[in-house]
């Protein structure tokens, strides 16, 4: 994996897949009856994480502000299997994982990206049979989720970050294809060429419409572009996160209730919360509360990391940086300027423009305030 490079600035942009569920259900909500709320209500599966980590936990803000820890799995169970291919087992690691941080005000928000093979602390944790599994020095980040599952994803993300995971949800690979189907997909363009065997994508340089199973393979695909690191698969994400935010703002929900249902029944499907989230009504909050984000109130980075002196396929974060970052974010203060220069370029767009672009906001953001 390839450490970042100084000079970069993040992209602000729109939530990431797992939070479009709440606008959609909330576009569901008002628009259908009583039956369709049941029938969503049912869809929802819901994981007690505050019962499992009890009160040994950071302490919940007191100013307005609060944490989503958003997941991605990569459980191979079911339909997962045949889209995603090879196998974890009877197990599921966390293939994306993104903290949002939400301001007091609830008119911004700060999203990190933690890389999947980055080495952290691994608390004790109860298993996903029961059994206690003890604590690990230095594990890979997204072995918590396959150890333990959401609770001690949850709690390896809370002792990394130091803040309070208010709420969990998480995403599976069938979930995310079947929503991008459900939109009808997703135009993405790349400037250069994709092939990538491990996920199946072949696109020449160009714009191109991807139906569920493309489209989850342009998210999964590293080696294919780039440097094959897993920096530039979360920079691909976030472009897929345009991609779908702007398909779903050009749908016109709000007038066609076949497809506002047939959008918020995908979504419900695809979707585990934590047990305060698991309802519509509470979905329908929370989309209610993040109403006044959108892009621009937006940013999302990658947290930062360099090679591990042990292995050179893992990464650690970078002490000083990473620092940084979490303290701003539990003080409720904007992403530090010295975390937005460090940040990866998307391996899908070498053009003039885009590097001419990159150039100009690292100038910015080095001469601005944090």
């Not at 309070?164 to 690979?173: N, Q, S, W």
């Not at 002490?319 to 992403?335: G, I, K, T």
Request: charged fraction near 15%; charge should be neutral; glycine fraction near 10%.
């Amino acid at each position: 994996m390839a450490e970042h490079r100084k000079g970069r600035t993040p992209r602000r942009r729109g939530l990431r897949i797992a939070l479009f569920a709440l606008a959609a259900v909330v576009l569901v909500a008002v628009g259908l009856g009583g039956l369709a709320y049941w029938k969503l209500n049912r869809n929802l599966h819901g994981v007690d994480i505050s019962g499992q980590l009890g009160s040994a936990r950071p302490p919940a803000s007191t100013d307005g502000s609060f944490n989503l820890l958003v997941l991605g799995s990569d459980s191979r169970a079911g339909a997962n299997g045949t889209l995603a291919g090879g196998s974890t087992g009877d197990t599921a690691r966390s293939d994306t994982a993104m903290v949002v941080h939400v301001n007091q005000t609830h008119t911004a928000a700060s999203v990190v990206s933690i890389p999947r093979d980055t080495l952290v602390a691994r608390p004790a944790c109860t298993g996903t049979d029961g059994k206690p599994v003890p604590a690990v020095r230095s594990a890979m980040y997204n072995s918590a989720f396959e150890v333990g599952g959401p609770a001690c994803a949850v709690k390896t993300t809370e002792q990394l970050t130091g803040m309070r995971m208010d709420h969990f949800v998480e995403v599976d690979f069938a979930g995310f294809a079947s929503l991008i189907d459900a939109i009808g997909g997703v135009d993405v363009t790349t400037t250069v060429p994709i092939s990538d065997q491990d996920s199946g994508l072949h696109l020449a340089a160009g714009t191109h419409h991807l139906g569920g199973q493309q489209a989850l393979a342009f998210v999964r695909t590293r080696h294919g572009v780039g440097d094959g690191s897993d920096l530039g698969r979360i920079e691909l994400q976030k472009e897929m996160v345009k991609a779908v935010l702007g398909r779903i703002g050009a749908l016109g929900l709000a007038t066609d209730p076949v497809a506002m249902w047939n959008l918020g029944d995908k979504l419900t499907k695809s979707l585990t919360t934590d047990s305060d989230l698991a309802s519509v009504s509470s979905l329908v909050g929370l989309a209610q509360t993040l109403k006044q984000i959108g892009p621009d109130q937006l940013t999302m980075v990658t947290l930062p990391v360099a090679y591990a002196a042990s292995d050179p396929n893992r990464v650690v974060p970078r002490a000083a940086e990473s620092q940084q970052l979490w303290a701003a974010l539990r003080a409720d203060r904007p992403v530090p300027s010295t975390v937005l220069a460090q940040q990866p370029t998307n391996p899908a767009d070498a053009s003039p423009s885009a590097a001419a672009s990159r150039a100009t906001g690292a100038e910015a953001v080095l001469g601005g305030a944090e």
